[in-house]
T-cell receptor
Framework: DTEVTQTPKHLVMGMTNKKSLKCEQH?????MYWYKQKAKKPPELMFV???????INESVPSRFSPECPNSSLLNLHLHALQPEDSALYLC?????????????FGPGTRLTVT | AQSVTQLDSQVPVFEEAPVELRCNYS??????LFWYVQYPNQGLQLLLK??????LVKGINGFEAEFNKSQTSFHLRKPSVHISDTAEYFC?????????????FGRGTSLIVHP
């Protein structure tokens, strides 16, 4: 099983809502990532978890709050978002955050903030 | 730190023609190089990767890439494209950054295959 799953596929939320994105992998990978991707742009790294600990936070606003409850799950909690946060949010995993391990990407959650 | 340059934002080509998507990188240390494909409304899928060894790397869907250290390039090629190859292609480099190997993506090249 080389699949990374993400739910929901689409999400529309208002600026005062609280919602969560979920990502799951069962490949035994110990590194998990959140990316934000705007249309026609490359993915921008947001967070990296290594062995369930947050190892990298790329200066992401606090309205985005990641959580890694166990080695298979990664959540992204959203609160008080802005319309400019509308994007495709991609989750990825790799065997480790080190060296050459390739990343496996999920299909993404298309987020629209109204 | 490393960087990636994809020179072409869009490459139009006719079906069954060959194609080359260009990627140049810069880094002061050894890096690992990747090409990903993204179909509309989907995540990224790994096409191929260069870690070490043979400089010619073969990937899925008939794609290949050649690592050229002297020219710091990792161009992607396919001898005969299909309509289904229409997608966004990202070159990525992965090198050391504070104990982790964080990938840096190029801006992407949109491959448009015409019948």
């Amino acid at each position: 099983d080389t699949e990374v799953t993400q739910t929901p596929k689409h999400l529309v939320m208002g600026m005062t809502n609280k919602k969560s994105l979920k990502c799951e992998q069962h490949m035994g990978h110990r590194a998990m990532y959140w990316y934000k991707q705007k249309a026609k742009k490359p993915p921008e790294l947001m967070f990296v978890y290594s062995y369930e600990k947050l190892s990298i936070n790329e200066s992401v606003p606090s309205r985005f709050s990641p959580e890694c409850p166990n080695s298979s799950l990664l959540n992204l909690h959203l609160h008080a978002l802005q319309p400019e946060d509308s994007a495709l949010y991609l989750c990825a995993s790799s065997q480790s955050a080190g060296t050459d391990y390739e990343q496996y990407f999920g299909p993404g959650t298309r987020l629209t903030v109204t | 730190a490393q960087s990636v340059t994809q020179l072409d934002s869009q490459v139009p080509v006719f079906e069954e023609a060959p194609v080359e998507l260009r990627c140049n990188y810069s880094s002061s240390v050894s890096v690992y190089l990747f090409w990903y494909v993204q179909y509309p409304n989907q995540g990224l899928q790994l096409l191929l990767k260069y870690l070490s060894g043979s400089t010619l790397v073969k990937g899925i869907n008939g794609f290949e890439a050649e690592f050229n250290k002297s020219q710091t390039s990792f161009h992607l090629r396919k001898p005969s494209v299909h309509i289904s190859d229409t997608a966004e292609y990202f070159c990525a480099v992965r090198g050391p950054s504070g104990g982790s190997y964080i990938p840096t993506f190029g801006r992407g090249t949109s491959l448009i295959v015409h019948p």
